[in-house]
């Protein structure tokens, strides 16, 4: 059984893209799957696939990473059975973009 989730991002200040969404599950677990991007509902693009996991509580990697531009919604589609372990997305991270500047002498 594959689970999808479907999560509409929240506005972040201009001059900044999203970066990753962090994802928390309970126990030990690994999972793959893959990202999509949608300005709708009806419009997504792969971004990439992922794999986060939890081993001991100590061995984490629970980012899930993405570049987006101006899309509001995320579809993060997990391909394996994963039904036991019940993921929660605590935070959406973003970072600020940088403009390039050009100076030219009068």
Same mark, same amino acid.
């Given at each position: ?6 999560? /509409?991002?929240?506005? %972040? ?5 999203? /970066?990753?969404?962090?994802? =928390?599950?309970?126990?030990?677990? =690994?999972? /793959? ?14 971004? *990439? ?8 509580? =100590?061995? $984490?990697?629970? +980012? %899930?990473?993405?570049? *987006? ?18 993921? =929660? ?7 600020? $973009?940088? +403009?390039?500047?050009?100076?030219? /002498?009068?």
């Amino acid at each position: 059984m594959n689970g999808i989730y479907v999560l /509409k991002l929240p506005k %972040i200040p201009s001059k900044t893209r999203y /970066k990753s969404i962090v994802a =928390e599950g309970s126990g030990e677990y =690994e999972i /793959k799957g893959k990202i999509y991007l949608g300005k709708t509902l009806d419009d997504w693009t792969l971004d *990439s696939d992922f794999t986060i996991y939890s081993y001991n509580g =100590e061995n $984490v990697l629970n +980012e %899930i990473k993405f570049n *987006s531009d101006d899309e509001k919604f995320v579809r993060i589609e997990i391909s394996q059975n994963a039904s036991n372990i019940k993921l =929660e997305f605590t935070k959406v991270l973003y970072e600020s $973009v940088s +403009e390039k500047m050009e100076f030219k /002498k009068p």
